[in-house]
């Protein structure tokens, strides 16, 4: 399974793009009864908020249950058609992710950020940006309307971001955020078995959940074979990484 022209100039415009129903009802069942299971067991309130900011169920995050859902999936085919066949590091772990029910009324707006920035919770190094190429998102329950723990994205912020890093360097992350003009956010709608492949360099969030049920999703974060030894430059070369892009990237017809 590959995404269409359509699917890639939609990466490539907007930075993202929802593929219905990638992963099989019975999967999405069994990483579900796994992770219940292991809230079930309990959870400290002391650690929810390293829960948050990493995952929830980290004794299961290796399981095949959970990784499984990329890797004997179409998601994986789906992911190497923009970063290229053989193209992507081996993975081996999933976040699984969790936004439980909050009153709040109104719901707060949702703040963007990037992956790979250093929080007190999330385990990065001070001082130092994990990027990677991709981010896919797994949704194992249905997300119908706004404001229900939705994965939320600033449409062509890529774009954006790239400039800023030419200008500025890569390094400037370490400030925070980059101060530029952000469009609206957009709220995904999704079902289970639904799949988001996100470039890296998207700005983005969940929202907050004031549905009645919690919002379920593993994500996947993907870096190219290359990764590492082209890790800054490819904040200001943003399809440095996606070899199945090139097509697209040549026409240059972003919105």
Request: aromatic share 8%; charged share 15%.
């Amino acid at each position: 399974m590959k995404l269409t022209h359509h699917q890639k100039q939609a990466i490539y415009d907007q930075g993202f793009v929802k593929i219905s129903g990638v992963v099989p009802q019975v999967m999405v069942e069994q990483a579900l009864k796994a992770a219940n299971h292991s809230i079930g067991e309990g959870m400290n309130k002391d650690d929810m908020i390293t829960l948050r900011s990493r995952s929830y169920c980290p004794e299961i995050q290796s399981d095949p249950v959970i990784t499984d859902l990329f890797n004997q999936t179409p998601a994986r085919s789906l992911a190497e058609s923009v970063i290229g066949e053989g193209r992507i590091n081996p993975v081996s772990n999933g976040q699984i992710a969790v936004r439980f029910p909050v009153f709040q009324e109104p719901p707060t707006p949702p703040n963007p950020h990037l992956d790979g920035m250093h929080s007190p919770h999330n385990g990065v190094p001070q001082g130092k940006i994990m990027n990677f190429t991709a981010l896919v998102a797994v949704f194992l329950s249905d997300v119908t309307a706004p404001f229900s723990g939705n994965f939320t994205a600033w449409p062509a912020t890529h774009h954006l971001y790239e400039r800023y890093f030419r200008e500025h360097g890569p390094q400037s992350l370490l400030q925070g955020m980059p101060p530029v003009q952000l469009p609206e956010p957009q709220h995904i709608i999704a079902k289970a078995g639904d799949v988001v492949l996100c470039h890296y360099q998207i700005a983005h969030t969940a929202a907050v959940n004031v549905s009645p049920f919690p919002r379920y999703a593993v994500f996947f974060r993907l870096t190219h074979v290359d990764h590492e030894a082209q890790k800054e430059e490819a904040m200001t070369d943003i399809w440095l990484e996606w070899e199945g892009m090139k097509e697209i990237v040549a026409d240059g017809t972003a919105t």
